[in-house]
């Protein structure tokens, strides 16, 4: 079997922790219980660009017992866990010199240039066979066969323009020397199911253009996804990351969010449980006025860059805080990213500033200390500091995002002729399956309906209970 992961002899270590994790994955497990033995996903070979953690190595076992063949990379160079990739590898069945589980193509740390292989060796089948299913996180696996097909069909690869970011520059140099036959691998891709909203935003707009080449499942717009993971999920690790990364006391401090969608308002959250002194900025009034009136400070970052203790970035946006902005701030402010990409902050702008220094507290921690002596500390290089500083979100929460991705990739594969090239969510009587397995666990008791409330609402007893313009 082919894989790249750090460490086999970590597997015993996964399994311990998948484990654990299968017990707080309810509804993955339900998924289990109600395709396994019909195997819905037999024939489906999965290439999955997903961050590679301990939840997702529960993702993986449930895909496979649905019958599914997988290869996966993750789709951020720091957020694998090399215990959850190696015992994945290793599988239940394997050992370390045995090893029988799933090709995976993902370690903690990855260069650039190793990111963009590992996700061209997903898409990289044994002879004879193509991916049929794409499972995306950010886009960057359905980027890489568009990509290739735009360029093949071109007839070359193009080089780097100036302008063009470092990773662009990886991405060609990866498409040039790859010799995938992108024509036939597009060819054979019945969808993809996408699971973040920068990821999903990039899928709208190929559609827009014209040039998305298969359907897409938006997981993301679930609301049993972004209302849940996107929020409670940050929530919970974002101050996990920092707490990590820095152990720095967060009561009292000022703390800025940048962009109060659902991920900033969970990490706003949960900075002022911590006891922070919470500052939003925002370019929506909508959200600027629901901030506000959740009581915070709403300001732009030119005012307040100065007063800030720690800065995080949640707006899926780019250029949110420049290198100006990191000159003004105080000594050993924390600035991190939780948002997709590492775009939102401007690393390139701060490592090409005159006299700046670059000094290595630990992995993912770096200190940046301007000639005027005083220092910022930059989490994960700007990348995702939840997954990169900390193990991301815990497993009862992502239970719900990936009940959504097995609904999603059954949907597309067994029904393909039902879903022409376009975005589409999943109806909503699957996302309210979807909490509805997730009730138990919780101890929660669901008033039902009787049949004369049900006619006064003008809803089925059984669900769905709102109209799609409903906005939870
Ligand atoms: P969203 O669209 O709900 O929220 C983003 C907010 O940022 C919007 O309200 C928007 O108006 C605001 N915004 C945009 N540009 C801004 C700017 N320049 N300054 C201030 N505010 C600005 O998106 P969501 O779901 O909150 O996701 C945000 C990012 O986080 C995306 O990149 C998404 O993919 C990512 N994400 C990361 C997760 C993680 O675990 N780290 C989990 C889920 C999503």
């Known amino acids: 079997m082919e894989y790249r992961v750090a460490d086999l002899s970590l597997a015993e270590f996964g399994r311990k922790e998948i484990t654990l994790a299968e017990h707080e994955m309810p509804g993955l ?106 499972l ?42 790859s010799t995938l036959d992108f024509a036939t691998l597009a060819a054979s891709i019945r969808g993809v199911t996408e699971e973040t909203t920068t990821g999903v935003h990039r899928l709208y707009e190929m559609e827009r253009d014209g040039a998305l080449l298969f359907p897409a499942i938006n997981v993301n717009d679930s609301v049993t996804k972004s209302k849940f993971d996107n929020k409670y999920g940050c929530r919970h690790s974002l101050i996990d990351g920092i707490n990590r990364a820095t152990d720095v006391l967060i009561g009292g401090k000022v703390a800025v969010v940048c962009g109060y969608g ?36 709403v300001a732009v970052l030119d005012d307040v860059v100065g007063n800030a203790d720690i800065i995080v970035t949640a707006t899926g946006c780019r250029d949110v805080v420049t290198a100006a902005h990191m000159a003004s701030m105080k000594h050993n402010a924390i600035v991190g990213n939780i948002g997709h990409f590492d775009n939102e902050i401007d690393m390139a702008g701060l490592e090409a500033t005159a006299g700046v220094e670059r000094h290595r507290i630990k992995p993912q921690v770096d200190q940046w200390v301007f000639p005027d002596g005083h220092g910022v500390i930059v989490l994960s290089e700007g990348r995702l500091l939840n997954l990169g500083n900390a193990t991301g979100h815990p497993s009862f929460v992502m239970s719900n995002s990936f009940t959504n991705q097995v609904l999603a990739q059954v949907e597309l594969f067994t029904q393909p002729d039902a879903y022409p090239v376009g975005v589409y969510t999943l109806p909503k009587h699957l996302d309210e399956e979807v909490a509805r397995l997730h009730l138990d666990a919780l101890g929660v008791r669901l008033t039902t309906l009787s049949e004369r409330q049900a006619s006064y609402l003008g809803v089925p007893v059984e669900g769905p209970y709102k109209a799609d313009a409903y906005r939870y």
């Open 29 to 134: 497990m339900a998924m289990r219980q109600r395709y396994g033995a019909t195997k819905p996903l037999a024939g489906a070979r999965i290439a999955g660009s997903l961050h590679m953690t301990v939840q997702t190595a529960v993702l993986i076992e449930t895909l496979i017992e649905l019958g599914a063949q997988v290869r996966w990379a993750s789709c951020n160079i720091f957020s694998t866990q090399d215990h959850a990739a190696a015992a994945v590898v290793v599988g239940r069945d394997g050992t370390p010199s045995d090893p029988q589980g799933v090709p995976v193509f993902a370690w903690k740390g990855e260069s650039l240039p190793e990111y963009w292989w590992c996700t061209e060796q997903i898409l990289t089948w044994p002879t004879g066979q193509q991916p049929t299913m794409i």
């Open 136 to 177: 995306d996180d950010g886009g960057d696996a359905t980027l890489f066969v568009h990509k290739g097909l735009e360029f093949s069909r071109a007839g070359q690869v193009p080089s780097a323009q100036p302008g063009d970011s470092a990773e662009y520059g990886v991405i060609l140099d990866t498409l040039r020397a």
């Open 262 to 297: 659902d991920v900033g308002k969970g990490c706003a959250e949960s900075l002022a449980g911590q006891g922070a002194r919470v500052i939003v900025t925002e370019i929506d009034p909508i959200c600027a006025l629901q901030a506000a009136m959740d009581g915070y400070q």
